[in-house]
Protein backbone atom coordinates (compact mmCIF):
# COMPACT_ATOMS: atom_id res chain seq x y z
CA UNK A 1 0.00 0.00 0.00
CA UNK A 2 2.86 2.52 0.91
CA UNK A 3 4.62 1.86 -2.73
CA UNK A 4 1.41 2.23 -4.46
CA UNK A 5 0.35 5.63 -2.05
CA UNK A 6 4.05 6.97 -3.05
CA UNK A 7 3.19 6.27 -7.04
CA UNK A 8 -0.11 7.84 -7.12
CA UNK A 9 1.37 10.65 -5.18
CA UNK A 10 4.11 11.34 -7.92
CA UNK A 11 1.73 10.70 -10.96
CA UNK A 12 -0.87 13.42 -9.31
CA UNK A 13 2.26 15.84 -8.04
CA UNK A 14 3.96 15.11 -12.39
CA UNK A 15 0.30 16.62 -13.80
CA UNK A 16 0.50 20.27 -12.57
CA UNK A 17 3.33 22.22 -14.33
CA UNK A 18 6.80 21.71 -12.75
CA UNK A 19 10.11 23.26 -13.25
CA UNK A 20 12.51 20.96 -14.98
CA UNK A 21 14.40 19.40 -12.19
CA UNK A 22 10.73 18.95 -10.47
CA UNK A 23 9.57 17.02 -13.41
CA UNK A 24 13.03 14.85 -13.18
CA UNK A 25 13.21 14.18 -9.77
CA UNK A 26 9.22 12.84 -10.00
CA UNK A 27 10.41 11.15 -12.87
CA UNK A 28 12.74 9.23 -10.83
CA UNK A 29 10.43 8.49 -7.88
CA UNK A 30 8.23 6.99 -10.57
CA UNK A 31 11.00 4.66 -12.20
CA UNK A 32 12.20 4.14 -8.64
CA UNK A 33 8.70 2.49 -7.31
CA UNK A 34 8.35 0.86 -10.52
CA UNK A 35 11.63 -1.18 -10.12
CA UNK A 36 10.96 -1.40 -6.04
CA UNK A 37 7.63 -3.49 -7.20
CA UNK A 38 9.96 -4.99 -9.78
CA UNK A 39 12.59 -6.02 -7.15
CA UNK A 40 9.21 -7.40 -4.57
CA UNK A 41 8.03 -9.62 -8.18
CA UNK A 42 11.59 -11.16 -7.76
CA UNK A 43 11.53 -11.70 -3.83
CA UNK A 44 8.37 -13.72 -4.56
CA UNK A 45 10.10 -15.43 -7.31
CA UNK A 46 12.41 -16.37 -4.94
CA UNK A 47 9.98 -17.70 -2.36
CA UNK A 48 8.12 -19.66 -5.18
CA UNK A 49 11.75 -21.52 -5.66
CA UNK A 50 12.11 -22.50 -2.47
CA UNK A 51 9.22 -24.12 -2.40
CA UNK A 52 10.17 -25.78 -5.94
CA UNK A 53 8.14 -24.11 -8.88
CA UNK A 54 11.03 -22.48 -9.84
CA UNK A 55 11.95 -18.83 -11.72
CA UNK A 56 9.97 -17.54 -15.13
CA UNK A 57 12.50 -15.38 -16.68
CA UNK A 58 11.63 -13.53 -20.04
CA UNK A 59 14.97 -12.23 -21.63
CA UNK A 60 14.46 -9.44 -23.83
CA UNK A 61 16.72 -6.91 -25.82
CA UNK A 62 17.10 -3.85 -24.15
CA UNK A 63 19.43 -0.66 -24.95
CA UNK A 64 21.76 -1.27 -21.95
CA UNK A 65 23.60 2.19 -22.77
CA UNK A 66 20.39 3.61 -21.88
CA UNK A 67 19.59 2.28 -18.83
CA UNK A 68 22.88 3.08 -17.42
CA UNK A 69 22.38 6.43 -18.14
CA UNK A 70 19.07 6.96 -16.25
CA UNK A 71 20.69 4.73 -13.01
CA UNK A 72 23.43 7.09 -12.94
CA UNK A 73 21.28 10.18 -13.34
CA UNK A 74 19.54 8.62 -10.25
CA UNK A 75 22.89 8.58 -8.47
CA UNK A 76 23.56 12.22 -9.37
CA UNK A 77 20.17 13.30 -7.69
CA UNK A 78 21.42 11.39 -4.62
CA UNK A 79 24.58 12.09 -4.36
CA UNK A 80 24.72 16.07 -6.26
CA UNK A 81 28.84 16.47 -5.04
CA UNK A 82 29.58 13.09 -6.11
CA UNK A 83 32.03 13.19 -9.51
CA UNK A 84 29.95 9.86 -11.84
CA UNK A 85 30.98 10.12 -15.02
CA UNK A 86 29.62 8.39 -17.55
CA UNK A 87 30.94 7.52 -21.21
CA UNK A 88 28.90 7.24 -23.96
CA UNK A 89 29.48 4.19 -26.51
CA UNK A 90 27.62 2.12 -28.70
CA UNK A 91 24.39 0.93 -28.01
CA UNK A 92 25.00 -2.81 -26.75
CA UNK A 93 21.72 -4.71 -27.35
CA UNK A 94 20.64 -7.99 -26.15
CA UNK A 95 21.19 -7.67 -22.20
CA UNK A 96 18.19 -7.57 -20.00
CA UNK A 97 17.48 -4.02 -18.11
CA UNK A 98 16.09 -5.15 -15.14
CA UNK A 99 19.22 -7.41 -14.54
CA UNK A 100 21.80 -4.85 -15.54
CA UNK A 101 19.91 -3.05 -12.66
CA UNK A 102 20.92 -5.13 -10.46
CA UNK A 103 24.70 -5.07 -11.19
CA UNK A 104 24.49 -1.13 -11.35
Known sequence: MALAAIKMA??????AERTAKET??????SQSTD???RMIADLLNLAL????SGI????AAQ???AFVSHSVD???VAFPNAALPLC????TAGYSAVAAGRAV
Open 63 to 65: DLQ
Open 74 to 76: ELR
Open 49 to 52: TRVG
Open 10 to 15: SDILAR
Open 88 to 91: QYKT
Open 56 to 59: AIAP
Open 35 to 37: RVE
Open 24 to 29: KLLGHI
